[in-house]
Nanobody
Framework: QVRVVESGGGLVQTGGSLRLSCAAS????????MGWYRQAPGKQRDLVAA???????DYADSVKGRFTIARGNAKNTVYLQMDSLKPEDTAVYYC??????????WGQGTQVTVSS
């Protein structure tokens, strides 16, 4: 059993910052990748940023230079630092953990709203 919990969403003005946290627990020895996805109303869920066990990162073009993903000191934790937020960043943000063998798990999502 794997549990994924996100926190840190909220309401912020354009240009502001938020930091999302994700912690995965349960039957996890290690992970292949952990990442953040987002889904706006009426749109598909898209990758925002991901990090591999080895520390390699990947970002959506729309957030490069503004968002930073990093692993936490605690096992199976990641953070997403979001700066210079724009109204188009408004979405529900989901944490994902891939532990191999086609097994991946999702959190319940956290709402991020950027007001103009």
């Amino acid at each position: 059993q794997v549990r994924v919990v996100e926190s840190g969403g909220g309401l912020v003005q354009t240009g502001g910052s938020l930091r999302l946290s994700c912690a995965a627990s349960g039957s996890i020895l290690t992970f292949n990748t952990m990442g953040w996805y987002r889904q706006a109303p009426g749109k598909q869920r898209d990758l925002v940023a991901a990090i591999t066990r080895g520390g390699v990162t990947d970002y959506a073009d729309s957030v490069k230079g503004r968002f930073t993903i990093a692993r936490g000191n605690a096992k199976n934790t990641v953070y997403l630092q979001m700066d210079s937020l724009k109204p188009e960043d408004t979405a529900v943000y989901y944490c994902n953990i891939n532990i191999g063998n086609n097994r991946e798990y999702w959190g319940q999502g956290t709402q991020v709203t950027v007001s103009s």
